[in-house]
Structures are given as structure tokens and as C-alpha cells.
């Protein structure tokens, strides 16, 4: 296999994009991506859309075509992958096995979800065909639900309090004040979580990412020709891929998810790293129980300590290991299929040193942690700048 | 990249299984393809689950994931891809793409549709969205309407009559009788054709595939290890994949798809061989016209001579170069995610000489052709029987 780099990144503002289409999205990302990589279109070999549920958020399916077209890249392979909210990383990492295979030179990874053009009832619904139909949503169970069981669970099993759940809220809106494409330039404080509107408890309002359009973009390269194109290419190391039951009762712990646990090992082996390794990440922060869940599959802190290291503020940017600096799902928005690749965008820009006021200085090796569903599907991609 | 060889594949009955869940199909393909290739399941390492549409028939995204669990394969990954009715071949490509990295070894690529739980109505509009939902389907085009588009014109460029697509029906319903999947059973003659009720003319409803349900695999592996399987392997040595505007009338020609074109080019390269070394081919026969046209754009006979060769018997068993000897989309159904991958089953069954009475005397090479929507994606594999 040869190795593989980013040579660009593009991405849109994410929010409430009601003025701007889905095909007009991924065409300003990709254009971004571009310009960023200082790539002729024309050179670009293949492309992979991560795109959750167009079918049902604007009637459209065969969207890997569609874009390749807008965005006058046809005749090139342009293939769509989903894997729910996973859909994103899922998108890199078929991107970097193209690559890795030597099939194609330049591959474009690109995520876009296009949310906020439906009732919020729709959208809702839409998501909910990310669970197991069958066994949880005929039954009545939400998202929100779904990882309230797990927080619930958290909190009997570890002592996890939902003051420490409110302060990954509060680090994420605080990093994405510092991103300009961020959904929410916002702050909020711990007692603003906890007396935000409940949705299902223990989660409230603010404990909970948003509905979101938006669109982001990388382009890949074998690393053996990426420094023509870039004087900091960022080299994607590891990639790994785990599935699980869809359905939540299917799992042995309700409080850990496998899917992570086995795509960050498989990660890390193929990076020759390990969790200490790592300087910043980006993780699957959909509710904030989330985000201490992952850190702890992750390996960055023990099972049980996400709230305490998040308190003592271990995660915060200067602190032992920056987690979404972004803004995570929660600030910068969650437009479900375009997450992914919006994560490993800042990974780059941080490891590039381009990340501006949420720079974490010295940033070497990052990670990004992708998520769909509850945990059915997970990817983890290591991410290390080249020297 | 490594030679990819096909070690096992399965398929079930195709044709209305209202007993039969989405879930539980999928189980009866892959059961079958793991006895066909004699491995044991837990030595799996990846799944490709091509599925056009689940969010809209039965209401489930995230089906890569949910296959793995229900087959017993978590926690190996397990990615959806999605290009219309090109779903199927997409899940090959990308299956193949894997083991030619090394990356992984033991892939299946599986496909799958559950499409007769819904009314007509409702499945109509969801293949409508593998149309450009802004430029052609809220005006009112249909996928009928559409390639009825391409028919007149066809016959106009090229004489090409109503009868001579009419004899693409009577071909393939023949060939369906020898296909224990097939979903009819049933010959119809030119007259039938005929005389079937318009659906938009000049196609009548035998000019016309039908909704199906059915799931299908293949299982492949490293072409170095494919004898340990099987006596038979049959290697995989050409894969190409082209796009094109989704929408019809951005296109210079109404009567070649040029995704076919182009994908046939590269899969042609990749494999060393031209048409003329093609000994049978499954092509992608949505609509009587689309076999015509498949024909041509595959190089199979010149451009505006595929009526003329159909009349002529020279894509029947038996005659120069036949074309769908399962019964293609037309006689076996077309569940739309998995009929790229049943068009594998099928050359695999042929190329091993495992047909009966549909079988083609000494076939060594074969091509699989599947579209997505009216052409906006095709991707063809050339198939060899290992020596």
C-alpha cells in the first residue's frame, strides 16, 4: 500500500443555510479544496461523498453523480458511501484505500447533509433511520433517548454528573467562537446547560448537537507526489473502521462502544501509535456523554474518567490533550454526513499550524472519530504532519 | 495492487417476498455464498453493501452496519454505498479496490432491495430520486419517460423499431426460464410486448423491468489465496467506473451513455481486452431500449446496429456474443441495489460452467454493465476464469 497525504481542505460555514442549495454547498468546499491543495480540477481521479440521508432530507439519492457533475468533474468515478452520521469518515477512508491501492492519484473526499430544509420533525425522523427501525424507533426510541440511556448509565457506573456533561458544552461553544465557519459563535455557561429546555434527561437542550447544513472537503494524494502540491502535506497514518448491533440493547455495556474500542485499535496499529501519542482530537461529540465516552474508548483517558478529566480541564485547548477544537458537533453544527470530513479539515488545519486563535501549539499528530448512529458504525483516522 | 479473485456468491429467489424481511434476505445470500466458498465466516475481514434506497422503502439508513450485526460479523467494517441502480456494482468496486490494496483479504460485497413493501406509488418515488430531483423530477419526468426519450430518438437516429426492442423481452424472459432466481417464469412473444398497456410510448410495460425484491453476494480474496477455496476461482481483472450529468438533457447525446463508455474504456484497459474478447456479458436492461443501447456503447456491435443484432440472434445463448443469460433486469427482476452484484453471480455461475440449461459453451471472459438512474453512473468489471 502507499502512504497517503492531504494535499487540501475546503469547508462552508455550517448553519441554517437556507439561501444556499445542496449542490451549491459541496461546490464552495470543493472550491476551497482547490485552491487550498493548488491542484488543476482537471487532475482529480475519483471522488467519495459522505451523505447520510439526501433521500429523504431533499428527495435525492445518486448524489456521488450529482456532485461530480455540478462541480464539472465528470466523467471520474464518484461514488457515494453512508454509514449514518459515520457517512463523512467512512467517505476518507474508502478516499485513502483508493489511494493506498494505487488505483487512482488524486482522490477527493468530500461530506455534505443538507438538514434544515425540512420541519424539524422530518429531520428528526430522518435521523432516527440511523437506529434499528425494527427493534428501537417503531417502539418510540429517539437519538436523544438513546444516549440518555447511556448517560444515565455513565452516571450509575462511574459517579459522572451532569455538571461534568454541561462542561464539554461549555469548552465546544467556547472553541468554536474561535472557528469562523462554526454554527454558533456563542458561549455558554455550565448553569446555562443545566437549566436549558430537558429533551430527554439526563440531556437538555444544551447538551445536545444541533440540525445543521454544511459541507466540507479534502483532497488526497500518494505522499510520494504530495509535496509538489503542498509545503505541509499531512500524512494520514492509520485508518480504521469497526461496526456493532445498530440497536442499543443488543450491546454488552451500555457506557463503552465497541465500535470505537476496535477502530481506534486498528487505527493505532497502522499508525504505529498509541493514545499518549496523539496531540489533539477531534471526537464524535452528538450529545456531550458523547464526547467523555469517546475519550475514554479512545484511550486518552481511563473508562469512567471522561467527566473528571473534562472538569479538571485536560480537554480544553492548553490543556494535556485538546479535544475538538473545533467546536466538536456541538459548537461548529453536525450536518450528518458532511461531520467526518469536517474533522479531519481542522485536524489539518491545526497540524499545519493554520487553526489561528484555537491553535494547539506544536500539534504533530491528531486524530479524527466519527460516529454513526449509536455507535453502530465507527471510524478513526490518525493524522500526523509530514516532516 | 494484488489480482482479486471471486471465491463464492449467493442469491436468493428474486421477485415480490412479502414474507421475506430486508434483513433476513441478506442472510440467505450471504449463508449461501459463505457455503460456496467454504470459509468460515469469522475469517471475513470487510463488507460492501450496495443498497439504493432503504431510507425511503423501509425506512432504515445505516444498513451496512445492521447487515454485519445480523449476518454475526460485527465488529468487522462494514460500508453502504450508494449510486442508484449502480449501487450493486459500486459495492463490487469498492470491494475490489479493498483487496487490491491489502488492506484487507476475505471482502464480501453484497447488494441489496426491499422494494415491494411499499405501495407502487412510493416506489416509483423513490427511484425518482436517482432522477435530478430539481431539473427533471418536479417537472415531471419518470425514469419510463425518460429513457422513452432515448428509445424515439434511438429510432430515429437508427431505424431502430418497436419490434426489435420488443425481441430484448422475448430473449431475456426466455432465458429467465432457465434461472431458478428468476422472478418470472413466464415467455412472452413480440406480439405480447406489443400489445402490453403503454407506460409512456414507446415503451410498454414488457419494454419495462419490474420492482423486486432480492439480495445477492460474492465474496472475494486475494487471487494468491483464492485456490484454497475454490478449484474454480474466477479473477477479477478489470474494474472501471465513469459519472455523468444525472440529468438527461445535459448531455450532448441521447442515444450513448458516455458513463458506459468511459467505464468500459477503463475496465477494458485494466483487463488487457476488448469486446471482441468478450465471451457473454449481463448489461443493464432497465428498459428494453437501455440493452440496445448497452450493447453499443460496450463496443458489442457499432453504434445504431443493436436492434439489428438482437433480430439477428447474435445476443441470444448460443449466438455470437449473449447477453443476459439470467434473464437480465428485465426476466430476473430488478431489486435495484443488488442487481450489480446478482450480474456478478451471474457471470461467476457461467464463467465456472455451473449455468445449466442457460449455460454458455466455454465462456472464459465476461463483462457485468450496471447503470445508475438514465446514466449518470456505470461501472462495468471483466470477469476470467483462473487458469
Chains 1, 2 share one sequence.
Not at 462552508?12 to 442549495?21: A, H, I, Q, Y
Not at 459541507?215 to 456493532?244: H, M
Not at 452528538?286 to 474518567?305: N, Q, V, W
Amino acid at each position: 500500500m502507499r502512504d497517503v497525504a492531504v494535499i487540501g481542505v475546503g469547508i462552508t460555514k455550517f448553519g441554517e443555510l437556507w439561501d444556499v442549495s445542496f449542490r451549491e454547498m459541496i461546490i464552495e468546499a470543493g472550491a476551497r479544496a482547490i485552491e487550498d491543495a493548488k491542484i488543476d480540477g482537471k487532475q482529480l481521479d475519483a471522488m467519495y461523498v459522505g451523505n447520510m440521508s439526501s433521500g429523504q432530507f431533499i428527495r435525492q439519492e445518486h448524489t456521488g453523480a450529482l456532485i461530480a457533475d455540478h462541480a464539472g468533474l465528470v466523467p471520474i468515478p464518484s461514488t457515494r458511501v453512508e454509514g449514518a452520521c459515520a457517512s463523512g469518515g467512512l467517505a476518507l477512508r474508502q478516499a485513502v484505500i483508493t489511494v493506498a491501492s494505487g488505483i487512482h492519484d488524486f482522490v477527493v473526499a468530500a461530506g455534505i447533509e443538507k438538514m434544515t430544509d425540512v420541519l424539524s420533525g422530518v429531520a428528526m425522523g430522518a435521523l432516527a433511520t440511523a437506529a434499528d427501525q425494527e427493534w428501537e424507533v417503531y417502539v418510540g426510541a429517539t437519538f436523544p433517548g438513546l444516549y440518555a440511556l447511556m448517560a444515565r448509565r455513565h452516571m450509575y457506573e462511574f459517579g459522572t454528573t451532569e455538571e461534568q456533561m454541561a462542561m464539554v458544552a461549555v469548552k465546544n461553544h467556547q472553541n468554536a467562537c474561535f472557528n469562523p465557519c462554526a454554527q454558533y459563535h456563542m458561549k455558554v455557561t455550565v448553569d446555562a446547560v443545566l437549566n436549558s429546555p430537558p429533551v430527554t434527561l439526563p440531556l437538555k437542550l444544551l447538551d445536545c448537537s444541533p440540525i445543521t447544513d454544511g459541507a466540507a472537503c479534502v483532497i488526497l494524494a500518494p505522499a510520494e507526489k504530495a509535496r509538489k502540491f503542498n509545503d505541509t502535506p499531512i500524512l494520514i497514518t492509520g485508518t480504521g473502521q469497526a461496526s456493532d448491533s445498530i440497536s442499543l440493547h443488543s450491546r454488552p455495556s451500555l457506557t463503552s462502544l465497541r465500535a470505537t474500542t476496535e477502530a481506534a485499535k486498528a487505527a493505532y496499529k497502522m499508525a504505529g501509535v498509541g493514545p499518549d501519542d496523539i496531540d489533539l482530537a477531534e471526537v464524535h461529540d452528538c450529545f456531550t456523554i458523547a464526547e467523555l465516552m469517546a475519550i475514554e474508548d479512545l484511550g486518552f483517558c481511563k473508562k469512567g474518567e471522561g467527566g473528571k478529566v473534562t472538569q479538571e480541564g485536560e480537554t480544553a485547548i492548553g490543556g494535556r490533550i485538546p479535544i475538538n477544537t473545533s467546536g466538536g458537533l456541538k459548537g461548529k453544527g453536525h450536518p450528518v454526513g458532511a461531520t467526518g470530513i469536517a474533522q479531519a479539515v481542522e485536524i489539518v488545519q491545526q497540524l499545519r499550524g493554520e487553526a489561528g486563535k484555537r491553535q494547539v501549539d506544536g500539534a504533530e499528530i491528531g486524530l479524527a472519530h466519527n460516529v454513526g448512529g449509536s455507535g453502530g458504525t465507527a471510524v478513526v483516522h490518525v493524522f500526523k504532519r509530514g516532516d
